[in-house]
């Protein structure tokens, strides 16, 4: 019972730790005063640092493709006892990605990108290493916003080859930046040598469940965005609708109104041709005529009356430059009740006279002259 018990406590003490390592920093750099060995990969060289306290500095440039680095790096081995070599890789040569992972997911970030890594790029995990950025930002109170740089193996391995191969171990393989030139907190998933550290444990299961439940929530969120967009454009279609059926609607009073507004000038027009042609007329008829009958149908004129002069009429009327087409309807007869010629006439209004604008200007010369007329007539009285 008491071994159990130990067992238990035990297997308790190193799960914890396991917990403890996942969520402690990246390692620190050392002491800058102790003695250290340095290789830093640029884009185009490789720079190799040694720096002491009680040895002289040393700097040494290669280019990155040269076939000398294997032979310097041997006789930098033959000078130094220090077996230690840290390794440094330009950001320039790194991609940099934003992951989002669980808040409580983030002693699991490295095995989390590396899975999203493969399930959504180009990239396969046996062909990169990862490095995680410490000091991520939080996005929400549920998620974090993981940095990450990315770099082929290609780049790092045959250096690590070479520097396996004259005697030296590596003990940490990370970025910095070149603007600074400082490194920076993320450490590659590489340990001693060029073995990779990319050992998922026993937490696969758990991060695929992370991934998939990140899946789900993104699809939800997907669709429930797009219903909300549908339900917006609905509202704004039915808007829409109802503004165009008011426009219709006003459409068809302007419509209507067009309308009456154009039988009003027809009445107008009609109107006025009638009282300039009623003027013309008792202008040109004689005194000793007299109309019993007045007919008007649109534009052509039906009269009847007697006259003494019942012959020249027809001439008379078309003498004007408002009449056309005067013509006898019927014969002149000479009634012995009147003692006149009794006749019939039709006649139209000329076809140059037929706007509204000549009809309103004759009508109102008409008006003028009838009540001129008038007052002449009444002053003539008075005296």
């Known amino acids: ?18 917990e403890l390592k996942a969520l402690v920093p990246a390692r620190p750099r050392k002491d800058p005063s102790r003695s250290a060995l340095t290789l830093r990969i640029l884009p185009t060289a490789i720079d190799i640092r040694h720096s002491s306290a009680n040895e002289p500095d040393y700097f040494m440039s290669i280019e990155r493709h040269s076939d000398i680095l294997g032979p310097k790096l ?6 130094t006892a220090d077996r230690a070599i840290a390794v440094e890789i330009s950001s320039q040569l ?13 002693h699991d970030a490295l095995e989390i990108v590396l899975l999203d890594l493969e399930a959504n790029s180009p990239l396969r995990n046996n062909d990169v290493y990862v490095a995680i950025l410490n000091g991520d930002s939080k996005t929400s109170s549920q998620s974090s916003s993981v940095r990450s740089l990315i770099v082929k193996r290609s780049v790092i391995d045959p250096v690590l080859k070479t520097l396996a191969d004259v005697g030296f171990v590596v003990s940490v393989v990370e970025a910095f930046d070149p603007g600074t030139g400082q490194p920076l907190t993320a450490e590659f998933a590489i340990g001693k040598g060029d073995t990779v550290k990319q050992t998922f444990g026993s937490r696969h299961l758990v991060t695929a469940a992370l991934a998939g439940a990140l899946v789900f929530v993104a699809t939800f969120t997907w669709f429930d965005r797009q219903e909300q967009e549908i339900a917006r ?3 704004l279609a039915d808007t829409l609708q109802a503004q165009a059926k008011e426009l219709q609607r006003r459409k068809l ?21 009638r009282l300039v042609a009623i003027n013309e007329l008792s202008k040109l008829l ?16 039906l009269i009847s009356g007697y006259s003494s002069a019942a012959a020249k009429l027809v001439s008379i009327i078309d003498g004007s430059p408002l009449f056309d087409n005067s ?27 037929r706007t ?3 009809y309103d200007q004759q009508a109102t010369n008409s008006a003028h002259s009838e009540q001129r007329g008038t007052s002449e007539t009444m002053e003539f009285q008075q005296r």
């Open 286 to 301: 004689p005194d000793t005529t007299w109309l019993t009958d007045l007919d008007i149908n649109e534009k052509t004129f």
């Open 233 to 235: 454009i609905s509202d």
């Open 94 to 106: 790194c991609l940099s990605r934003e992951t989002i992972v669980p808040l409580h997911a983030r």
């Open 74 to 79: 041997e006789q930098l081995a033959r000078q």
């Open 356 to 358: 509204s604008a000549d």
């Open 1 to 18: 019972m008491q071994a159990s018990s130990a067992n238990a406590v035990s297997k308790f003490w190193t799960w914890w730790s396991s």
């Open 327 to 353: 013509q006898l309807t019927a014969p002149v007869v000479f009634d012995e009740a009147e003692s006149k010629d009794r006749f019939s006439i039709r006649f139209t209004l000329h076809a140059d006279l």
């Open 253 to 273: 009073v302007a419509e209507r109104r067009h309308a009456q507004t154009l039988e009003i000038e027809t009445v107008k027009t009609a109107n006025n041709a």
